[in-house]
């Protein structure tokens, strides 16, 4: 359905309550870190502004997590800004002001601060040219000389095949005014309708029926913003750079640091070819045609500083992890690149992991406990370790301590809200300035341990009281002993090793 106001967007359905965690001010300084670049520092109190929030729900617990940093979060539904007002409230979250504008609005306005930190997550492939513009008229007069801009967008090439499916779902059904759901269902049964019938766009592509099987399993809010905006751009790096080069912006680095380690991405090969090139926007470039890339997360600084040699270990000496997840789940983890599986039983990691597990610890006492293993080796695992969310940076005790009844009381709004929905999926960590993902039946277990009270019990009453039950291949368990049976493994499991992890993070 139109919405004059939407610009094409896709209004009529919120987005999800998703938590995107590379937003964290201290991930985004050890992705800066990793490629040897200054990053506004998280120790420091910062502003930070957020475009395009959607429920909020990242922005609220990093303001929670960090309270001395001063959020901003824009997002031009007012239903989304409504829901996340009603999240900072109900957490009682002081240093966050939502805004209910356009891009043009937002470009406008006189009564903002300056930003150390800007960042909107996929956003930018999402609108029109002319809002991009207002995206990058609003960055060249709100960010501070220094400051740093996370965007991330889906990348060309790797959503090229999908340009006709997009555009074939968002044309169906011809006419009328349907509801974006009911859009969803028929588009979709049009488009398995001609693959069965043997078009050869299918044919010739045939990674395009298994995208449809994907789409069939994904929430219906993700798939109406991913597929179903009028402006749907996949874009290629080089284009983005060349927006924010425009107003002195310069890429340095993805978010997700472990993409930048070309050796676990590329074979020797093709890092032959790479290494023959010297500008740096076509080396990217040519790195997504590689990897076929379909999404980006960039990071980009006005006024870039190189770190150099003894700067870059300095930080990285002084930087403390600590582990996210219980060390058991680790001892087979794989860590899937595009060169294969890395293995974690390597003789590099388990010592790493033993010594973040009773955390936080420094890359510098790392390689004073760990001699055996070099500099560089520590910090590339720290590098993993983090970029799969089984580690992360930490604040200063001081500052996890000042945090400490903020993200209580983030928490508690969370947990209060899991009795009715399961749409907020994260907890806040004082100790990380970050999000600790926790389900819905989690956090019910988690409310009854904290009361004091028979934990599965209590949840049993709850689930018994709304009519859930749990599943088991796709189908209901109705017998109650075998419903009580399934809480007492998820509540043990919580127990010995959840709640550990919890302590660790002083969630607890």
């Known amino acids: 359905m139109a919405n004059g106001w939407s610009e094409g967007y896709m ?69 989304q800004i409504a829901d996340a007002q009603a999240l900072a409230a109900e957490a009682g979250t002081a240093n966050i002001h939502f805004l209910n504008d356009s891009f043009a609005e937002m470009a406008a306005r006189t009564d903002l601060p300056d930003f150390d930190i800007i960042v909107l997550h996929g956003i930018y492939s999402w609108i029109s040219a002319e809002n991009r513009r207002h995206i990058v008229a609003f960055i060249a007069r709100r960010l501070k000389v220094g400051g740093l801009v996370y965007i991330s967008y889906n990348t060309l090439p790797g959503w090229a095949v999908m340009l006709p499916l997009q555009r074939l779902l968002m044309d169906q059904p011809l006419g009328g005014d349907i509801p974006v759901l009911a859009r969803i269902e028929q588009a979709l049964k049009a488009a398995e309708t ?86 740096r926007t076509r080396r990217e470039g040519l790195k997504d045609y590689i990897l076929n890339q379909q999404f980006r997360r960039d990071l980009f600084v006005k006024g870039p500083i190189p770190l150099h040699g003894l700067r870059s270990e300095t930080i990285w000496r002084e930087t403390p992890f600590v582990l996210t997840v219980g060390e058991a789940s680790l001892r ?21 992991i033993r010594h973040l597990a009773t955390g936080p610890v420094t890359a510098g006492e790392l390689a004073a406990a760990l001699p055996q293993l070099s500099f560089g080796q520590i910090c590339q695992t720290l590098t993993i370790l983090a970029s799969q969310d089984n580690a992360h940076p930490c604040v200063a005790p001081e500052k996890a301590a000042a945090a400490k009844p903020h993200t209580d009381r983030f928490n508690r709004a969370v947990l209060a809200r899991a009795r009715f929905s399961a749409d907020i999926g994260v907890l806040a960590s004082p100790l990380t300035g970050g999000g600790f993902l926790m389900d819905q039946m989690t956090q019910m277990l988690f409310s009854a341990h904290l009361a004091g009270v028979d934990a599965v019990a209590s949840v049993w009453s709850h689930m018994r009281a709304s009519n859930q039950r749990f599943s088991q291949d796709g189908q209901m368990i109705v017998e109650e002993e075998a419903n009580i049976a399934e809480l007492r493994r998820r509540d043990a499991t919580f127990t010995n090793e959840t709640w550990p992890v919890l302590k660790r993070l002083q969630i607890v």
């Open 332 to 352: 087979d983890l794989k860590i899937a690149t595009p060169m294969g599986e890395l293995s974690a039983s390597s003789s590099i990691f388990p010592p790493i």
């Open 194 to 279: 001609l693959a069965d019938g043997n078009a050869r766009y299918f044919q010739a592509n045939p990674g395009v029926a298994a995208r449809m099987k994907q789409i069939r399993t994904q929430p219906r809010a993700y798939v109406a913003h991913e597929y179903f905006n009028r402006h749907w751009t996949p874009m290629y790096h080089a284009d983005v750079v060349e927006d924010l080069a425009a107003i002195k912006l310069t890429w340095i680095a993805t978010a997700r640091p472990l993409d930048g380690i070309d050796n676990l991405q590329f074979t020797t090969e093709q890092l032959a070819l790479l290494n023959n090139v010297e500008n």
């Open 11 to 79: 209004a009529e359905t919120n987005y999800t309550h998703g938590f995107y965690r590379e937003l964290s001010p201290s991930l985004l300084a050890v992705a800066a870190l990793a490629a040897n670049q200054t990053a506004p520092d998280p120790a420091k109190p910062l502003t930070y502004c957020e475009l395009g929030c959607g429920q909020g729900v990242t922005v609220n617990l990093l303001a929670a997590a960090n309270p001395d940093i001063q959020f901003y979060a824009n997002d031009f539904n007012p239903s």
